[in-house]
């Protein structure tokens, strides 16, 4: 989505131009229209509410993703209609080392809240901004990596929904993953080392390794080339499959990663869930419901609420889809008992 056509901003003339009467006429404007403009007061007003969106887009670093698109939609739902009672200010950085720039330019338009999609962006704000309430979505352990004091009790300026349970949610996708491939003693995890969650998974891997009893190596990519050096990597390591712990690198670059599963014969489990055209099996929350549950924090503080007054939600529904013609197509068996819980089957 490319900045609002509507939200066009209100110029002055240079002070310089005015004699001291017309000076202070100007202050005593520009005063007003600050008074209008805050959150609060605009709110009683009925005047128009800025938002901020940041997030990894698509290879013209311009697109909403479907799960995103769910979120404009949910806007309709709670009243909220783009170009006149909200005007949104969305910047999509790709590739990714554009960030630190797009966070500047959110941050300079001077949002109400800003949404951030994803656990770099949402960090990148945190860091850059301690005053603009953040509402992040798809972050996969917000304590962990410090954007949040704890899920109950957010604090700061910042709240939202995470991807994953307190539970041990990737082991449980090892064990989709080990289904498909029941002799399968070393599974690859594709992971950017640039993404802040990296260093937890680097923690709790080895214990969810020596639990399921089976090797877990790290096969990194933080580009687009790399992408297919970790897949290079994974196979030349003897990998019998391969975890996308899920990424705004990989999620972009999807259909790519399907390609290189494909390409090294490598059984995967993805996290989102437009993997499963063409991916073997998805398991993971429904990234388009978080989106839309998103709508309502974001409402609640254009209204005046407080980000550290809103717990951290976790996701509600996940999805387990099998691809039945990707299965085939390398050799596999789909056992009867993983086809009985899938949520959809893909023939």
């Known amino acids: 989505m490319s ?41 009683a007003q009925g005047k128009h509410h800025r938002l901020g969106f940041l997030a990894i887009g698509d290879g013209s670093g311009q697109a909403l993703n479907q799960a995103e698109r769910a979120f404009v939609d949910g806007l309709r739902s709670y009243g909220w209609m783009a170009g006149r009672s909200l005007m949104i200010e969305s910047r999509f950085t790709y590739p990714q080392d554009r960030l630190a720039a797009s966070v500047a330019e959110v941050i300079a338009l001077g949002p109400e809240v800003i949404i951030a999609a994803g656990p770099q962006a ?8 301690g005053t603009i309430p953040i509402v ?11 954007l949040v004091q704890s899920l109950s009790r957010p604090g700061g300026n910042i709240t939202g929904l995470t991807t ?25 995890l594709l992971v950017n080392p640039h993404n802040p969650w990296k260093p937890i998974l680097a923690d709790y891997a080895p214990r969810t390794a020596r639990k399921l009893g089976v090797a877990l190596p790290a096969v990194e990519a933080a580009t687009t080339e790399e992408l297919d050096v970790a897949f290079a990597a994974a196979a030349a390591q003897h990998a019998d499959g391969i ?38 099996s998805v398991y993971g929350p429904d990234i388009a419901d978080l989106f839309r549950r998103a709508v309502g924090y974001v409402d609640k503080i254009l209204k005046g609420a407080e980000p550290s007054d809103l717990p951290v939600q976790q996701p509600t529904k996940f999805e387990l889809i099998i691809n039945m013609k990707t299965a085939k197509a390398l050799g596999l068996t789909v056992p009867p008992s993983l086809l009985v819980r899938a949520d ?3 023939e």
């Open 136 to 146: 992040f979505v798809a972050v996969g352990d917000p304590e962990g990596i410090g």
């Open 164 to 188: 994953a349970v307190p539970d041990d949610f990737l082991g449980k996708r090892i064990e989709v993953l080990r289904e498909l491939i029941p002799n399968a003693s070393k599974i690859a």
């Open 243 to 280: 975890v996308d712990v899920g990424d705004p690198l990989t999620y972009v670059e999807a259909q790519r990663v399907i390609a290189l599963a494909a390409r090294y014969h490598l059984p995967a489990n993805y996290l989102f869930q437009h993997y499963a055209n063409g991916g073997l």
């Open 3 to 43: 900045r609002d056509a509507l939200d066009r901003d209100i110029l002055l003339p240079s002070s310089s131009s005015f004699d001291e009467d017309r000076m202070k006429r100007r202050e005593f404007i520009a005063g007003t229209a600050a008074l209008l403009l805050s959150p609060r007061h605009s709110w």
């Open 122 to 129: 949402a960090v990148a704000l945190k860091s850059a901004t």
């Open 344 to 346: 959809r089957v893909i």
